[in-house]
């Protein structure tokens, strides 16, 4: 008789292999869901988790609060006293890497890659970009620049028509000259939204699509220079592309692209006259928070519209990453974005390029020469050197644009400024041309004509020709006064010995106020 295994062991044995291997299912189920909520899931597809914006602000700097400069402290404050109900945070060259160590760490969000190019980087401004990602990633809420100045307080920053749920970031527009989308030296920095200040919730994709792409960036620049992420040398542009405005403006611009499933260009914020929300970030105008700039019609700081006033001087970081700079025609960055400054740089450069080599050495020597002779020219011209004026007869002009741009400043990128530059941040926008050009022009001819005339003929001349000649005399005269400083007191006591010493001619004394006028037309006629 053969043995038959009973129904009921085969069952029993299966079952209890069953009762073993489920729990290590669910155990694994449970882990893999822990982790995803740890990790914070996918930077594709991980969703904010607060309907609202964390009342947090942000700012990072060499040092803490308690060692702020006065000026810093001011700034901080305008912020806290602005918005009580928001906490405060500074993150400071000390702590910033333990910061991002705990966040980013193997317990929290566990990319060790990250924390590993963070602590490589010794590019100070590259670090700081970064950072601000990290925290705005990590835990979301208000980042401003240590010299950035609120104007009003954050609850203004969303306009009443739209719902803090629906928006996931507030940003603003910063440059928006897209008719210089081709230049060869302005392109790239042609339209961008601000990174100074913004505002995001946690967790958003955007911001970690815009971290990935800041590392692979580094390591491709790495490659590319055959160094180390430590040893990285980066120009001004190379900045703004990697990590400043434009790589920030490009990740901002693919994720709205995502979310709407269409692409979406810088068309739909081109001259925006208010703010609007598109794909859940809500984009405000030029005013908000780049007024004062100068161009792309930003407004100014007493505008209605403008939030927040950014100082720039927190850093000289453009001096260790310099911009490109013709040879002679220097920075075209100086024109800001004034079209025929540009157009003037343009046309210049092209001239240069089509020179003899001999010929091009020849106007880089007179460069340097007038240079040798002027050490600060940047101190004497908002736009650079006075390099036409100062040319020999026949000469090409060394500075042209600058010399003939109307009068502005250069925001340049995060805090060129080192100094308090609340003059030139409050001057309007760029004047019509016709004052600045006009500058250069009378030069050569007042100082020849000064000299020669002034002094022969108002001395002896004086008294015998008093009524025939003394008031056209003075007219000519007026021509260098405003412009030879020197003369200035010269020209006024002769032209009042002339007048004074005839009773009758008493009472025309006031003609001489035309000096006053001297800034209109009867100067440059």
Known sequence: ??????????????????????????????????????????????????????????????????AFDQRDIDRAKTWTVKN????????????????????????????????????SLNDKII??????????????????????????????????????????MVIGVETDEPGFLDHPVLGSKSRSFVQWTFICKPRLPVMMRLIDGILAWLNEMAKKQGKTISELQLDFDEVISGTGPSAFTEAILAEISSIRGEPTTWDHFHNILESKVVGRVLVLTVEAFA??????????????????????????????????????????????????????????TKFFDS?????????????????ANNPNPEDEAPLGGQGAAQQPEGAVPVQAPFADAPE?????????????PEA????????????????????????????????????PEAKPEVKAEAKPDAKLEAKPQDKDAQEKPDVKLEVKEAKAEPKPEAKPEPKPEVKDENKGADIWV
């Open 1 to 66: 008789m053969k043995f038959q295994p009973s129904r009921q062991a085969s069952e029993g044995f299966v079952g209890k292999q069953l009762r073993r291997i489920i729990p290590l299912c669910i155990a694994c189920v449970v882990l893999l869901l822990y982790r995803n909520a740890v990790t914070g899931g996918s930077a594709e597809s991980a969703p904010s988790v607060v309907g609202r914006f964390p009342r947090k602000i942000w700012q990072s700097w060499k040092v803490g609060p308690l």
């Open 84 to 119: 009580p109900g928001y906490r405060y945070e500074v993150l400071t060259d000390d702590n910033a890497m333990g910061y991002v160590e705990h966040h980013y760490g193997p317990q929290v969000l566990n990319r060790p890659d990250i924390v590993h190019t963070y602590r």
């Open 127 to 168: 670090k700081s970009d970064l950072l601000r990602y990290l925290v705005m990633y990590a835990e979301g809420g208000v980042y401003a620049d240590i010299d950035v100045e609120a104007l009003k307080p954050l609850e203004l920053f969303i306009p009443d028509r739209f719902d803090e749920r629906d928006i996931d």
């Open 291 to 348: 007024a004062g700039t100068g161009h792309s019609d930003s407004g100014n700081h007493g505008g209605k519209g403008a939030l927040i006033k950014h100082h720039f001087h927190a850093s000289s970081w453009p001096t260790s990453h310099p911009r490109y700079k013709h040879p002679v025609y220097g920075e075209v960055e100086k024109c800001n974005w004034n079209p025929e400054c540009i157009k003037l740089w343009d046309a210049n």
């Open 355 to 371: 020179l003899p080599a001999q010929e091009q050495v020849k106007l880089i020597a007179m460069k340097e020469l007038e240079d």
């Open 408 to 420: 502005g400043w250069y925001q340049g990128e995060p805090e060129a400024y080192e100094g308090d």
């Open 424 to 459: 030139e941040l409050e001057m309007p926008a760029p004047k019509p041309v016709a004052k600045p050009e006009a500058k250069p022009v009378p030069k050569p001819e007042a100082k020849p004509e000064a000299k020669p005339e002034a002094k022969p003929e108002a001395k």
